[in-house]
């Protein structure tokens, strides 16, 4: 028996005791239902989003079956009304004291783990990051559960301590035997909160590995390569290595392709023949506008970078190859050479000791662009 509601009930009768307590406990129940909820409900209606709407919803029953039952057991409790009946104390409170709270503590737990689902399912209908998201509404159902047998235990007057430590006991063998899945599990979690990357966006791993990400679990990711190969990584491996999200903050992504022109070539008319083609090409987005940019001067050539950009990173490839006919094409068309290595080769003619003829040759190069045969010389032996 709680002392402060033996104390607010002094001088009561039985009868008087049940009616006032009732009387609060209805009063309770309808201001629930008609002011607080509706009051509630009317605000949230304003709000943009629908997780309010969830909660407000999943906490109605709860809220009126406390403001019900909470009457209940105060009836238990109070000196005249235990007094007047026929049963005793200790059967009253078994039999409507704790099997009130027990339905409370049923209710408020069904309710807590009923929000969090209908909470995550709403993350998941709105384009959730990752599909591992209901694991936190199976761990939490989890959580609630055990939590929940835990209090009913303890209002029954069952000793839960030896059931804590041979839990404590079970959850560092479980913890020892499964630490791959257990560091894979919280590294799944490090990375939703981190946002490093979510489904359908184009990663690149640390040690090559490239792909679109299609699934992410409670274990490990799942990418798919370019050459449709599945590979799957640990949530922990991933974790620990350097991930390039080529996806994010935006989907564009910039194609770099290098080009060599000629010395002695019209660079103004060059590098307008080469903007001309990428904006030609249709993979390539008007903004930013396509740039050409003079980077170096090479040992046989001017080498240029043509710049652009493109609506995603699975494209890149795709336009580097059309861009590099077009380019191709268009130097050809407009006489603008691509210059290659040549060699110079020169032949000698050596008389052996034993009278015979060794042809030596040697190969040096020369610049791009000269004529290999301008540098060709024979020596004979006298």
């Known amino acids: 028996m709680i002392p402060s509601l033996s104390a607010l009930f002094d001088g009561f009768s039985a009868i008087e005791a049940t009616v006032a307590v009732l009387a609060v406990s209805v009063v309770a129940a309808v201001a629930m239902e008609f002011v607080v909820l509706r009051l509630a409900r009317r605000y949230v209606s304003h709000t943009d989003t629908g997780y309010d709407d969830i909660v407000i919803a999943s906490l109605r029953a709860p809220l009126v079956v406390t403001a019900a039952l909470a009457g209940v057991f105060v009836l238990t409790q109070v000196p005249a009304v235990r007094g007047s009946v026929l049963l005793d104390p200790q059967l009253l409170d078994d039999i409507f004291g704790r099997p009130s709270l027990s339905v409370i503590v049923l209710v408020w737990a069904y309710a807590a783990n009923t929000v969090v689902n209908r909470l995550v399912a709403e993350v998941n209908a709105e384009g959730g990051r990752f599909d591992f998201a209901p694991v936190f509404s199976n761990v939490w159902t989890l959580a609630v559960l055990v939590g929940s047998v835990g209090t009913l235990l303890w209002l029954w007057g069952v000793e839960i301590t030896p059931l804590l430590g041979a839990a404590g006991v079970a959850g560092i063998a479980v913890g020892f035997a499964a630490k791959d899945t257990v560091a894979n599990f919280f590294g799944g979690i490090a990375l939703y909160f981190d946002d490093t990357y979510k489904i359908g966006d184009y990663i690149v791993l640390d040690d090559g590995t490239a ?172």
Do not use: M
């Open 211 to 382: 792909g679109t990400v299609i699934k992410v679990g409670v274990r490990s990711t799942t990418v798919l390569t370019r050459d449709e190969v599945l590979v799957t990584v640990p949530n922990a491996v991933l974790n620990a290595a350097k991930v390039t999200n080529e996806s994010a903050p935006g989907r564009r992504r910039r194609v770099r392709v290098p080009i060599g022109v000629a010395y002695g070539t019209d660079v103004d008319a060059f590098e307008a023949l080469a903007i001309e083609v990428a904006q030609a090409e249709p993979l390539v987005r008007d903004s930013p506008t396509p740039r050409a940019r003079f980077r170096s001067f090479g040992d046989s050539a001017l080498r240029y970078e043509l710049l652009c950009w493109v609506d995603g990173p699975t494209r890149r490839r795709r336009a580097q190859h059309e861009l590099n006919r077009a380019l191709y094409k268009a130097l050809s068309a407009a006489d603008i050479e691509i210059p290659y290595p040549k060699r110079d080769v020169t032949v000698r003619e050596v008389v052996g000791p034993d009278s015979g003829v060794e042809t030596v040759r040697a190969g040096t190069p020369s610049p791009a662009g000269s004529d290999p045969a301008d540098g060709e010389a024979i020596d004979g032996a006298p």
